[in-house]
């Protein structure tokens, strides 16, 4: 006999009435702001998506929190094949596709034989290779992951160890694994799914190592899906999060393929004499990592967003405790303070509001330039390459750790309900932290943004001597602001009041001289005093941290005024009104000013700012969010224009009906399918009724 | 048939040569330390205590990494009955018996029977409910748990639902729930194990609301243990962590229990008249409060060290790239450098290592405090109290966001295997990270930090203007760095050279004078300025930190020096040795001195630290880190001595077969069981082989 839980109201004001009142003060229109974050067509096609997606069973999201891994994982897999059919039935294009299984969100064992494997297959086979196993991939016969990372190697892929040699008499690669660090390892789909696989291995032909090169192998009968000779392939077991992903691991033992396997675009190996014929430029594979990672702010702006409507709106609604200087009544009567009127709450979550703001922009920016990039590059113009790929690095690294961060600091505001799995926020984090890790571990990748900044440094400073430079000839952004402290690194900020503060120019010049000042300090340390790059590793990443906030806060100030340049043949965006203006620049604000309030130490050890400035600042950011920001909050994540069957959260829920949602979860959960829990025979009885006596408790008792 | 991985070994250096290695480079004597942070008895018993848990099979580890809720529940309660008769048949104590369940570290559905139901009998319960409650909940024949807080109500206990009304005819209590925000919420044990409760209810007596006091009431019959009338009750879900408690979920319907159900130690209600008795002294209550807040300061330490540990040793064992400046060499063949040479790595590792050996000491004086502060309050001298409480309330606030903060860097920084289940961090992260909102949410609390910090300021200028104040006379801590603050506030640190950072006076003095500034700039803004309290708690917030700082800094340089005040009647602590307190002092300075490093803000605001200071200190810490706690990182994570059981950790092992353990664990998964995954025919198939095709696919595919 299943428990049923009484049907009771919440005590008011009810959770429906307080969003209500919020959205009645909201002082823009929530669809203009929605309208210019994302575009009309992005969301019409959201639109169609989600109502496709939200009505079909074997997409429903309610199971997920019960469910342990292995019916987790078999959900995932009837999920991504009711995807494929879904796909060739609406025809979906591959942007649409990608959208609606980011509604759905449940990372699945084909997610990789679209991200990684396909991609590959795209970029590194030849023309032969692209009718042996692209097309097939394409209509699903092969379904195929990408082997890259072993048990011993994760981000340097240079140290790989498998070993694919060249067999001249049959005109064969032999795949090995020669130590268990070799073992293939986190492939997303090879768990069990997989029945090819791009395979990274070290080429070895005539006796010469050649370094990491990718080849097609099929891994699993394409008869009856099991193991090939040769291989063993298994799932590598639970994780944090992406549970309903079979990341893989694989050995080979002397497993042998046909030369046709080694993807051969670039690179290739002559039948017979085995000679190596190299690639014609190395830069080409860069365009690919600085895609995923430029998308990956992206997809941060959505995990911030997402865990930032639900923390907002159940503010408004979860009441704590009476603001003594300033009681709240309903109908005469004190009420509890809604947390939202907190200026704790509100130092917690709207700078949050601001950052998913933020990255809208700067994704924005950094797909525009991937696709210049790629024009660029295919002119042979490799101009744009460092910049790019230096940005799209550093802004990685610094974007995903904010959003990892904010979405447990959603959590956190959310109190004891957000530990809860049906607030939505625990899932949302254990499956989007691995983005701090993969595609370049977030310390690590900044030392890429640091060279390319250092290197900019000690060119500007050669041309600066040279008498080359003028300010006025520096376009780049990055140049710019180094300049401008190579000019004078003595610069004050000028603000004398908190209203200063909200000048978007003062406080880009405050990030400029600040980034510049600590690239200066450690082209010093490394050129002048001959320090190690080893022993600056702390130093680089905090350069790289802000470098790209200055880009965050740029594109931010640029991207509400309509400023930032657009894709080439897309029309121009249309402006803001002026209310919508307004209230984003107050979000721009909040987000430059509390970067720089919550962290000070760099801006102060600059000498651009003093203590009675960063003072000043902090009254800037207390009266902003109080006077401005408060009464536009939940507008703000309105205006993100994420669905409930989205958000997946009883405490987001836009009709704000939190407590009696959670309630009806919680008569699902398993565990509560029987009054008496199936272990009390067994260890419960034997103490509090060990004779079995019959009776009832209270008259014995009491 | 299930999978089978090879036995293959990993690619040279060992990690038991890497570890072995490291170990040969300690400079202190680890079983010293050790001996130094628990003493012999606690070691004795922990050794003790191990060798009985770890040879249990109801108390293995392993199938936690595998099995979903359900199972996972059926787990501990299974693990929580052979803990009571394993406590039976060993005769332990309640300290015995704690540490044992600390071991196994799976919260079980009896441990708030032991943790709130019986302190809460013991502490309120008069003789008659210590005959009727406490006396057969010992035994085990009642279980009980703890019923505060409601679906609307967390931190505001006065802000409780539940009603107890007093009805006069009867002499009963009439408990009612009249909202759906008055459901009992997060009861850990209710859900299934408990049938008993402690409810906290609004005592109602002639018409008379007294506000919440504490009923025990019984909640499940003691014969079938099904649900009594009047009660419905059930858990309440899947939570991000803790996920072997059933926390509860419970409704009354005006359901009658008799008088002695209201716990009346303090206050009673007279029978017949429904008179109520006031509590003598409303203090009292703050006792459990400080002692539970201060204990937490212990489990954060255990959290700190182990995430420590794990990812310590780990580091010693991982290789990633060459360091093109110091190239490693084995064999004289260049090899990868292990990660923990890397000063990026260090400079997150290391602050964790010094961290949980901060929180060793302070924990030990927290918990000197409280059972001084309880003697005297017996003896009716409060003057403790205001002190100890803010210090715990403050202490539990940073101590545990420090340790959650850790193991998440601590996961991260293991590479993508610390978002293995196996590395034991997940878990580790999800069962601890409820510490940052249960028993006062950790920005709230710190309002009670400041508050007494605040009065001290006050009370301290009072003084010092009516002349009543010397320096000399000054021997509480806090109230001592306010005076120094108050005699010059213009102080600046007399430090010039990187190496004068590693006087502990130097750094001490730097945290007193900085928490100073910040509580003399929120005294005027409120005091002078008549700002709001609401509008000054991130200020508040940031000076309980500070507060809290300083604490930590100073119990660290007594503790490594054997200064600290022992519990009375307790044998003075034995000196250590050179060797080892210098290298106990290598961590004391780098805790203070990274703490400053990493957030200078308020040391430069504060005017006492200037630009060029900080970055000395940046020198001294990386001379720190890379000449002498490297040596000794492998020895200072050993000397917590955390068993392998305890760990339960692929990753951490002592013997550093870290590859070999993941890859055995992996092949337990249970995905693992068939080499052809269950959904093949329906899911993957119809799109790989739709007609059933015979023939191998090599073959055919090549």
């Not at 449940?106 to 991200?115: A, M, N």
């Amino acid at each position: 006999m299943a428990l049923r839980f009484p049907n009771l109201p919440p005590s008011g004001p009810q959770g429906s009435e307080l969003l209500t009142h919020e959205r009645s003060q909201t002082t823009f229109s929530v669809h203009e702001v929605t309208k210019y974050l994302y575009g009309e067509e992005f969301l019409e096609r959201r639109e169609r998506l989600l109502n496709i997606v939200e009505n079909e069973p074997a997409l429903e999201k309610e199971t997920r929190f019960y469910d342990g891994r292995t019916e987790r994982f078999a959900h995932a897999l009837r999920k991504d094949h009711r995807m494929v059919q879904l796909s060739k039935e609406h025809k979906w294009s591959a942007e649409e596709f990608m959208m609606a299984d980011s509604l759905v969100e449940e990372p699945g064992p084909f997610g990789l034989h679209r991200g990684m494997f396909i991609p590959t297959l795209v970029s590194q086979g030849n023309e032969e290779q692209h009718e042996k196993f692209l097309k097939p991939a394409l209509r699903y016969e092969i379904i195929g992951c990408y082997a890259q990372t072993e048990l011993g190697h994760g981000s340097n892929v240079q140290g790989i160890e498998t070993t694919a040699t060249y067999v001249p008499e049959t005109d064969e690669f032999e795949i090995h694994t020669p130590y268990l660090t070799a073992s293939k390892w986190w492939i997303g789909g090879l768990g069990v799914a997989a029945n090819h696989a791009v395979v990274m291995a070290r080429l070895i032909t005539n006796g010469k190592d050649h370094g990491p090169h990718a080849f097609c192998l099929p891994i699993r009968s394409m008869e009856d899906h099991t193991l090939l000779p040769g291989v063993m392939a298994g799932d590598i077991g639970p994780k944090f999060g992406f549970n309903t992903t079979d990341n893989g691991c694989m050995w080979f033992d002397h497993y042998r393929v046909p030369r046709i396997c080694l993807l051969s675009k670039y690179s290739s190996v002559k039948p017979g004499s085995g000679e190596y014929v190299n690639p014609p430029n190395s830069k080409l594979s860069y365009g690919t990592m600085v895609l995923i990672r430029a998308s990956l702010v992206g997809a941060a702006c959505l995990a911030t967003s997402k865990a930032a409507t639900i923390a907002t709106r159940y503010s408004a609604i979860r009441r704590q405790f009476v603001d003594k200087d300033k009681p709240l009544k309903v109908d005469n009567k004190v009420v509890e303070t809604p947390v939202l009127d907190y200026s704790m709450q509100q130092y917690r979550l709207f700078p949050i509001i601001a950052q998913a703001y933020a990255f809208v922009f700067t994704s924005k920016e950094m797909m525009r330039l991937y696709y210049l990039n790629i024009k660029h590059m295919a002119k042979g113009d490799f101009s744009l390459l460092a910049d790019v790929h230096a940005s799209s690095s550093g802004l990685k690294s610094l974007t995903t750790t904010m959003a990892a961060a904010a979405i447990e600091e959603c959590r956190r505001a959310c109190g004891g309900h957000g530990f809860s799995s049906f607030s939505g926020l625990p899932l949302l984090f254990q499956d989007y932290v691995p983005n701090v890790t993969w595609e370049g571990d977030n310390y690590m990748i900044t030392q890429q943004t640091g060279r390319y900044l250092f290197k900019s440094f000690r060119d500007l400073v050669a041309k600066r001597t040279k008498g080359k430079m003028s300010a006025a000839a520096v376009t780049n952004p990055t140049l710019a602001y180094l300049n401008t402290y190579l000019e004078n690194s003595n610069l004050k900020c000028p603000a004398q009041t908190a209203s200063d503060f909200y000048n978007p120019e003062i406080q880009l010049a405050a990030f400029g001289h600040r980034a510049a000042y600590l690239v200066a300090q450690i082209v010093h340390a490394l050129d002048v005093e001959k320090r190690t790059w080893n022993s600056m590793q702390v130093d680089i990443y905090n350069a790289s941290v802000a470098h790209c906030q200055f880009i965050l806060v740029q594109n931010f100030i640029l991207g509400i005024r309509g400023e930032m340049e657009q894709p080439e043949g897309m029309a121009p965006v249309e402006k803001l009104s002026g209310s919508a203006k307004e209230a984003m620049k107050d979000l721009s604000d909040l987000f430059a000013l509390h970067l720089i309030h919550k962290q000070p130490g760099e801006f102060l050890l600059s000498g651009y700012l003093d203590a009675k400035q960063v003072n000043l600042m902090g009254q800037a950011i207390m009266t902003l969010m109080e006077t401005k920001i408060r009464k536009n909050a939940v507008g703000y994540v309105d205006a993100f224009g994420h669905s409930d069957y989205y958000l997946n959260s009883a405490l987001g829920r836009y009709d704000g009906k939190v407590y009696e949602a959670y309630t009806e979860m919680a008569t699902k959960e398993p565990i509560n399918a029987t009054q008496v829990v199936k272990g009390y025979e067994q260890y419960i009885k034997p103490f509090t009724n060990p004779h079995g006596k019959k009776g009832r408790s209270m008259a014995a008792r009491l």
